[in-house]
């Protein structure tokens, strides 16, 4: 099983800030890698995919770096609304997908 | 509107049986992947299970396999969740993802449904 290990757990930003999350994979994912933003009492919606390719209706804010076992999501300028649950995911060995443990984004 | 609507869930005593649905719509089904993704009171997401378009590859996390049984009917645009032998620990809301590209399993999830709450307990 491929472990997926996100930190900080808890990032404390100002609105207006930049942000920067961290995602790490304990093998080789290859691009296969997707973040999701989850706000309370909401299904998650996917962010990025591919590493690096915004979702359809995502803000440029957001932006994915990254490949293999390192991977960084990024908002550039902090809006009142993104303060939620960031998880990464990878989909690159199957049959077993994967989760990180999330990290939360809140206001400073 | 592309839309994904859970139901099946509820109260099951350890040990018994529960079967999820997912009803699809606005989107061609049998050309997209399907999985299920749980997420215990207070706690991160796990995925559960996936099938392929024409249910030729099919996955399970370890915490689930041969106890849990995915399934689909593209006729009904339909996606299945059988679940036996139930525990405390498989209490969860439990979502119903598609694959965010055609014909391959090897996807992100782009649509999710706003899940049905399956609680363990005796």
């Known amino acids: 099983e491929i472990v997926m290990t996100q930190s900080p757990a808890t990032l404390s930003v100002s609105p207006g800030e930049r942000a920067t999350l961290s995602c790490r994979a304990s093998?080789?994912?290859?691009?296969?890698l997707a973040w999701y933003q989850q706000k309370p009492g909401q299904a998650p919606r996917l962010l990025i995919y591919?590493?690096?390719t915004r979702a359809t209706g995502i803000p440029a804010r957001f932006s994915g770096s990254g490949s293999g076992t390192e991977f960084t999501l990024t908002i550039s300028s902090l809006q009142s609304e993104d303060f939620a649950v960031y998880y990464c995911?990878?989909?690159?060995?199957?049959?077993?997908?994967?989760f990180g443990q999330g990290t939360k984004l809140e206001i400073k | 509107e592309v839309q994904l609507v859970e139901s099946g869930g509820g109260l099951v005593q350890p040990g018994r049986s529960l079967r999820l649905s997912c009803a699809a719509s606005?989107?061609?089904?049998?050309?997209?992947?399907m999985h299920w993704v749980r997420q215990a009171p207070g706690k991160g997401l796990e995925w559960v299970s996936g099938?392929?378009?024409?249910?030729?590859?099919?996955g399970y996390a370890d915490s689930v396999k041969g106890r849990f049984t995915i399934s689909r009917d593209n006729a009904k645009n339909s996606l299945y969740l059988q679940m036996n032998s139930l525990r405390a620990e498989d209490t969860a809301l439990y979502y119903c993802?598609?694959?965010?590209?055609?014909?391959?399993?090897?996807?992100?999830?782009?649509?999710w449904g706003q899940g049905t709450m399956v609680t363990v307990s005796s």
């Open positions: 993802a598609k694959g965010s590209e055609m014909a391959t399993i090897t996807t992100a999830f782009d649509i």
């Open positions: 606005g989107f061609t089904f049998d050309d997209y992947a």
């Open positions: 099938i392929s378009w024409n249910s030729g590859s099919i």
């Open positions: 093998q080789s994912v290859s691009s296969n």
């Open positions: 591919g590493a690096s």
């Open positions: 995911q990878q989909y690159n060995n199957w049959p077993l997908y994967t």
